[in-house]
């Protein structure tokens, strides 16, 4: 049942950043909250905002029907779940650890083998952005307990169902981070070729950020072609789009920053 007005009995395992930020809301939220953490001291802050502290990891997700976890990775999920298999039968679990596709389907093997509704969820955002207008979660697997929950869910930011394979959410987080860490490349590389010149990363910074968001916005008509090859129109030949990539790969090498990057951009965009 989704009730935006109950109180759920929500545990959250881990507290770093990012478990931190999702213990505030839930409680903020009005929920009782349970929290565990391997450093204590973390897990004891959280107690003056009303934060139930457990002595273990397994008596937190004992005391809850929604159970959160969210430590450093795929391993240190494991290490606390697998023991606790009587702890979650028949709950909730949601594992907001960021794991690769393959490590979110195999927990969800070892949740079906133990009556666990697993959902797994990637996180868009940075702790502080937790709650705010601009975070999204996204979320794959189990869609029952998906939307038993989704108004707790909810609390940390607007919420992505995106599909039962519990790889979806995981594969279409790496995606979008690929998307990002490609951004973050570019620029660092731009900073460095526009110094030689004269100029600086903060004039880069105000002239490329406003037209990457212009581009951004041609990435929907795009899609199309990608999902169904077989309509693909080619906007820009691949001679076009490699003599550019080579423009700018030169211009790199002129600027004392030679780099392999537009090499591999080159590759990915063209057949050439
Ligand atoms: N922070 C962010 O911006 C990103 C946004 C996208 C999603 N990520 C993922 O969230 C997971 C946790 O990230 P975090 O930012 O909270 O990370 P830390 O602040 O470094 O805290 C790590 C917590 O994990 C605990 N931990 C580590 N190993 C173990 C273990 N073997 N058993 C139990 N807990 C473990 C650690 O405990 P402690 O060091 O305080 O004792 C922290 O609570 C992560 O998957 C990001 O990729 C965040």
């Known amino acids: 049942m989704t009730n935006t007005t109950v109180a759920q009995r929500v545990s959250v395992i881990g507290l770093g950043a990012m478990g931190t930020a999702l213990a505030k809301a839930l409680l903020a939220g009005g929920h009782e909250v349970t929290v565990w953490n391997r450093t204590p001291a973390r897990a004891e802050a959280l107690a003056a905002d009303g934060a139930q502290v457990a002595a273990s990891s397994a008596e937190a997700m004992a005391a809850a029907d929604l159970v959160i976890l969210c430590v450093l990775d795929d391993a240190a999920v494991r290490e606390h779940l697998e023991p606790a298999a009587a702890q979650v039968r028949g709950k909730v679990v949601v594992n907001l650890t960021t794991t690769s596709p393959e490590q ?22 940075v702790p502080e952005m937790i709650g705010g207008p601009a975070a999204f979660v996204l979320y794959s697997g189990a869609s029952a307990g998906f939307e038993r ?9 607007r919420a992505e169902f995106v599909g039962a394979d519990l790889g979806a959410a995981a594969m279409y987080d790496v995606s979008i981070l690929g998307g990002m ?16 010149t004269g100029g600086s990363a ?10 990457l968001q212009a581009m951004a916005s041609l990435l ?11 309509d693909y129109v080619q906007q820009q030949s691949d001679e076009f789009t490699a003599a550019a990539i080579d423009l700018i790969d ?3 090498a002129e600027s004392g920053n030679p780099t392999q990057l537009y090499t591999v951009l080159r590759d990915g965009l063209t057949g050439l």
């Open 104 to 125: 979110a389907r195999a927990l969800g093997r070892w949740a079906a083998a133990q009556q666990v509704e697993l959902i797994d969820g990637g996180i868009m955002a």
């Open 250 to 252: 030169k211009s790199a």
């Open 202 to 211: 903060a004039r880069l910074a105000a002239l490329m950020g406003p037209f």
């Open 181 to 196: 860490y490609a951004m973050f490349a570019a620029f660092r590389q731009g900073g460095a070729m526009v110094r030689s």
């Open 149 to 157: 929950f989704r108004a707790v869910l909810e609390l940390f930011g």
């Open 220 to 230: 929907e008509g795009y899609a199309p072609g990608i999902d169904n090859p077989a």
